[in-house]
C-alpha cells in the first residue's frame, strides 16, 4: 500500500495554464507539507496543513494555492504557470505537526513550456 | 536568515570505503536535525538527532550532532552501490515543524 500518493507523476504544459497536483496519504497522519525541489536538487517547504488547518506559509507567489479537503488530503493548485515553476514538488505527511519525522510522496514533475 | 549547509557536495568513491558527510546549521529555535536519502525519487528518512553527543546508528550507516558547534556528521561505512544516492540534511525549526533542507550531498560508489 502506498503510503503518500501524488498525482500525476509528471505533467507538461504551457506558460499560462492553472494546473492541480494532488496527494493523499493513509497513514493517518495529522499533518501535510507540499516541497518544490528545484533543478539543483534543493527541496524548499512551502505549505504546511495541520487538520486542514494552514499552519506554514512560506514565501511563494500567490499563483500557488493548496487546498485541503480533510487531513487525508492536501491538494495544489497553480494559476498562470511560469517557467520557473517547472520542478519537482513532493507532498510528505507526518503524524504531528510535532512530529519531525516525514514521509515523503513520489514527486510530480512539472515542467512548463 | 536560516542555513543549513552540507559538504561536500559530491563525492565519488569506491565500494568498501568510508565516507562522512557533513552538515552545519545556523537556524533560530532548534528543534531537531534530520538525515535523509534521495535516490530517484522520495527522500526516505534516515534519522533524527535532537541531543548532542548521542550516536545513531542503523547497519552500516550512523549519525551523530553537535549542538555547541551547530553541525552533524553522517557516516557511512563499507560503502556500496547502492548507497549512491543524494543525502540530505534538514533542520526542523520552530513549533509548527518547519523544515530547512541543505542542498544535498551526491554521492556515487563506484563498483
Known amino acids: 500500500d502506498t503510503a503518500v500518493s501524488q498525482t500525476p507523476k509528471y505533467l507538461v504544459t504551457q506558460m499560462g495554464n492553472d494546473k492541480s497536483i494532488k496527494c493523499e496519504q493513509n497513514?493517518?497522519?495529522?499533518?501535510m507539507y507540499w516541497y518544490k525541489q528545484d533543478s539543483k536538487k534543493f527541496l524548499k517547504i512551502m505549505f504546511s496543513?495541520?487538520?486542514?488547518?494552514?499552519?506554514i506559509n512560506e514565501t511563494v507567489p500567490n499563483r500557488f494555492s493548496p487546498k485541503s479537503p480533510d487531513k487525508a488530503h492536501l491538494n495544489l493548485h497553480i494559476n498562470s504557470l511560469e517557467l520557473g515553476d517547472s520542478a519537482v514538488y513532493f507532498c510528505a505527511s507526518s503524524r504531528s505537526f510535532s512530529q519531525e519525522t516525514q514521509y515523503f510522496g513520489p514527486g510530480t514533475r512539472l515542467l512548463v513550456l | 536568515e536560516d542555513k543549513v549547509v552540507q559538504s561536500p557536495l559530491s563525492l565519488v568513491v569506491h565500494e568498501g570505503d568510508t565516507v562522512t558527510l557533513n552538515c552545519s546549521y545556523e537556524?533560530?529555535?532548534?528543534?531537531?536535525l534530520l538525515w535523509y536519502k534521495q535516490e530517484k525519487k522520495a527522500p526516505t528518512f534516515l534519522f533524527m538527532l535532537?541531543?548532542?553527543?548521542i550516536e545513531k546508528k542503523s547497519g552500516r550507516l550512523s549519525s551523530i550532532l553537535d549542538k555547541k558547534e551547530l553541525f552533524s556528521i553522517l557516516n557511512i561505512t563499507a560503502t556500496q552501490t547502492g548507497d549512491s544516492a543524494v543525502y540530505l540534511c534538514?533542520?526542523?525549526?520552530?513549533?509548527?515543524?518547519?523544515?530547512?533542507f541543505g542542498a544535498g550531498t551526491r554521492l556515487t560508489v563506484k563498483p
Open positions: 496543513y495541520n487538520n486542514k488547518e494552514l499552519i
Open positions: 537556524v533560530t529555535n532548534f528543534r531537531s
Open positions: 535532537t541531543s548532542s553527543g
Open positions: 534538514a533542520v526542523a525549526v520552530g513549533d509548527n515543524n518547519d523544515m530547512r
Open positions: 497513514l493517518g497522519h495529522d499533518t
